[in-house]
């Protein structure tokens, strides 16, 4: 089971994604985290459907990008930058009212390489989204 992280590091978690505009306006919230993994919910509104009322599959993708960096971001002990290399999701159910739960986990932490996997769920627990996604590692300006 991975390790919890500290109450301290998921509140600086819960206000870095008050930071990103992004998040705010598709309402992305922390749901939990833990050591490379984490959960983050977003509601359905009508902002993020489609013409059907359906989840538009942008909005799920942009939840599913969001959580995988958090799981990355959960897992940091300094400060590191990374950027998001490749996004693959599989939509398996539509998604029309309550929320998107989005589970992501750090499958595994190269030197410059991070891959993860995620899965989102509807409130009733059925699967709509499995998705896999690699990170590079930026690397940081030298001090001045």
Not at 8 to 21: C, D, N, S
Not at 85 to 92: G, I
Not at 105 to 131: E, P, Q
Request: net charge neutral.
């Amino acid at each position: 089971m991975p390790e919890s992280v500290s109450d301290e590091h998921l509140e600086r978690m819960r206000t870095v994604i008050k930071t990103v505009p992004f998040a705010q306006l598709l309402g992305l919230e922390i749901v939990a985290a833990s050591h490379g993994c984490a959960t983050l919910r977003m509601e359905i509104r009508s902002e993020v459907t489609q013409n059907y009322g359906l989840l538009h599959g942008g909005a799920m993708a942009s939840l599913i990008d969001t959580a995988t960096a958090f799981a990355i971001v959960s897992q940091l002990t300094s400060p590191e930058r990374f950027t998001t290399v490749d996004l693959t999701v599989n939509y398996l159910r539509p998604i029309t009212s309550g929320s998107a739960t989005c589970e992501a986990r750090v499958v595994r932490a190269g030197k410059s390489i991070l891959t993860l996997s995620a899965k989102v769920h509807d409130d009733a627990g059925n699967l709509a989204a499995i998705a896999v996604s690699t990170y590079i590692r930026l690397k940081t300006p030298p001090a001045a």
